[in-house]
């Protein structure tokens, strides 16, 4: 249900911009917990794995099901029905949607030792790996999503968790890939089954999820190793600058010819106007003032007075823009290990402004706000399906104030506080602060539907 950045990036359709003043309605009916409470889960249980890579099988989906995933009209068929009115949904033309190709996503959904493999190209081809898996990805996880959209306009909800199980497993896959494209692209899948379970919670008879919802990991794709590995990418482009001695004229222009081509690879994917390194750095060199602070920092920072004062101009600014770069991705690596209410709403690290290596920064504020809204989004759904709860142990109406409910409750991950909760005749409203810069603050508007 929320618009994010990563919507346009992967070509996802942002939620209905027709409601006015950022409000959602949702029109649910009562329901129970199950017995037992966590006879639905989201994710597969233990009991459902098996020894192997599902990173191995994700790919073989595609294995002689070329005409399924990249035909045109294919393609253009999933996207009307991803996008389309549940209720226009044509669910019985849709069963089995996929066959044996989203089976073979099930079944690698259900694998227990992911890995992607990529870790030893990632340092030794750097700037000049290539993702071509990343793309039908993507395509795997617009399949798995029509499929649900499917199971839920049919009614068959047994079905339809089952493959959230699998679009949640892939989601919390792609966040062991170890570059933050990938882990992108798992929060993009994510969105998608969290939207189509928003979706599958207002079917009269679905049962109550509150518990499922509990039990998903938080987050449910991790940054980490994404972040690691696109470091990892930037040192493979740095460690051509040599710190110890002085280097030659042909040496220097190496760095600087890959590091361009580096950065104007970057900014080209980001969707950014091109950029002219080696005007930055001759500005930088020709200027004597800024030279000294240059040397002086290195200095500073551990480096020999009297090897650096041997260093030509051109390597002692590369050398200071390498520290910088160093010191402000540290910044950011370190909004990893923090709550979201406790990473500040105006951070001074911004991503690719300023500093000549700043583009090869991993985006981890960006993508933590991302996930954030996710995060949001799951604590949103929770309280719904308690409210659902509620009403079916009160003759189907809505409590006074959210401590009326007796299971527990979530905070709003942005503010580490409870939601805003204010009953109007029928009408129960959930009010959630603005986010990451947002102006307006998101209502959700829910009516019990007997």
């Avoid at 191995?56 to 989906?61: E, F, G, N, S």
């Avoid at 399949?143 to 497993?169: H, P, S, Y």
């Amino acid at each position: 249900m929320t618009s994010f950045l990563l919507a346009a990036v992967l070509g996802i359709p942002a939620a209905d911009s027709s409601v006015p003043d950022a409000t959602v309605r949702l029109a649910v009916s009562p329901a129970a917990v199950p017995k037992p409470a966590l006879k639905y889960q989201l994710l597969p249980e233990s009991r459902e794995l098996k020894p192997g890579n599902p990173a191995q099988w994700y790919l073989r989906c595609f294995a002689e099901q070329r005409i399924f995933f990249f035909n045109k009209q294919v393609i253009a068929d999933r996207a009307r029905y991803r996008k389309m009115p549940l209720k226009d949904l044509p669910a019985k033309d849709l069963r089995n949607y996929g066959g044996n190709a989203l089976a073979q996503a099930d079944w690698a959904a259900r694998l227990d030792t992911p890995d992607w493999q990529v870790r030893d190209k990632i340092e030794s081809e750097g700037a000049d790996i290539r993702l071509p898996e990343l793309g039908p990805l993507r395509e795997l996880a617009f399949g798995l999503q029509v499929r649900f959209r499917g199971e839920v306009a049919r009614g068959e909800f047994k079905d339809a968790i089952r493959t959230a199980k699998t679009m949640f497993a892939f989601a919390r896959h792609l966040g062991e890939y170890p570059l933050l494209s990938a882990n992108r692209l798992g929060l993009a899948v994510e969105e998608m089954a969290l939207d189509t379970l928003t979706e599958m919670i207002q079917q009269p008879h679905c049962p109550n999820l509150y518990w499922a919802l509990t039990d998903l990991p938080c987050p449910l794709v991790e940054l980490r190793k994404g972040a690691q590995g696109d470091s990892l990418l930037a040192d493979a482009e740095l460690r051509l600058l040599n710190d110890e001695t002085a280097m030659t004229d042909a040496e220097l222009e190496e760095v600087v010819s890959r590091l361009s081509g580096r950065v104007g690879f970057a900014r080209e994917q980001a969707g950014k106007p091109p950029r002219n390194l080696r005007a930055e750095l001759l500005a930088r060199v020709k200027d004597l003032t800024v030279v000294r602070a240059a040397r002086a920092r290195l200095i500073d920072s551990g480096a020999s007075k009297e090897t650096t004062a041997g260093f030509p101009a051109l390597q002692v600014i590369l050398l200071d823009e390498k520290l910088a770069f160093e010191t402000r991705r540290d910044d950011e690596m370190k909004l990893l290990g923090l709550k979201l209410w406790e990473i500040p709403s105006k951070s001074a690290t911004k991503v690719g402004s300023g500093g000549v290596f700043a583009d090869l920064l991993p985006c981890v504020s960006e993508l933590r706000l991302e996930g954030g809204k996710l995060e949001q989004q799951i604590a949103v759904l929770r309280c719904v399906e308690a409210l659902r709860m509620f009403a079916a142990a009160h003759d189907g109406k809505l409590p006074k104030k959210l401590t009326d409910i007796e299971v527990p409750l979530p905070v709003d991950p942005f503010t580490g506080k409870p939601f805003g909760y204010v009953l109007t005749a029928s009408t129960a409203m959930l009010s959630i602060a603005p986010r990451g810069g947002e102006e307006k603050e998101t209502r959700y508007e829910i009516v019990i539907s007997k």
